[in-house]
């Protein structure tokens, strides 16, 4: 089993930038990892996803070419660094793990964003 922890949520001005951490209890190399987020009152949705290796990674229209994902699978942990924020982005952001016979989830991290 792996457990999830994020960290980096804040309050932060619109324009500004926060960088979110999702560090793994166990190898986390087994894995797809993605970002996912839900606003109050909506479902929640996919972020941004990156395969095993780090090679591909994919964006929700929302975020492309302000968000970036990354991982070291080193140091277990998967990154979201959130540029350009908007009022829209804010949510409580979570950290998924996705493996051929199980899905990870951490408790998520809350994001504001003010005008």
């Known amino acids: 089993q792996v457990q999830l922890v994020e960290s980096g949520g804040g309050v932060v001005q619109a324009g500004g930038s926060l960088r979110l951490s999702c560090a793994a209890s166990?190898?986390?190399?087994?894995?797809?990892m993605g970002w996912y987020r839900q606003a109050p009152g909506k479902q929640r949705e996919l972020v941004a996803v990156?395969?095993?290796?780090?090679?591909?990674?994919n964006y929700a229209d929302s975020v492309k070419g302000r968000f970036t994902i990354s991982r070291d699978n080193a140091k277990n942990t998967v990154y979201l660094q959130m540029n350009s924020l908007k009022v829209e982005d804010t949510a409580v952001y979570y950290c998924?793990?996705?493996?051929?016979?199980?899905?990870?989830w951490g408790q998520g991290t809350q994001v504001t964003v003010s005008s």
């Open positions: 998924n793990a996705r493996g051929t016979a199980a899905t990870y």
């Open positions: 166990g190898s986390m190399g087994w894995y797809v």
């Open positions: 990156i395969t095993k290796g780090g090679t591909t990674t």
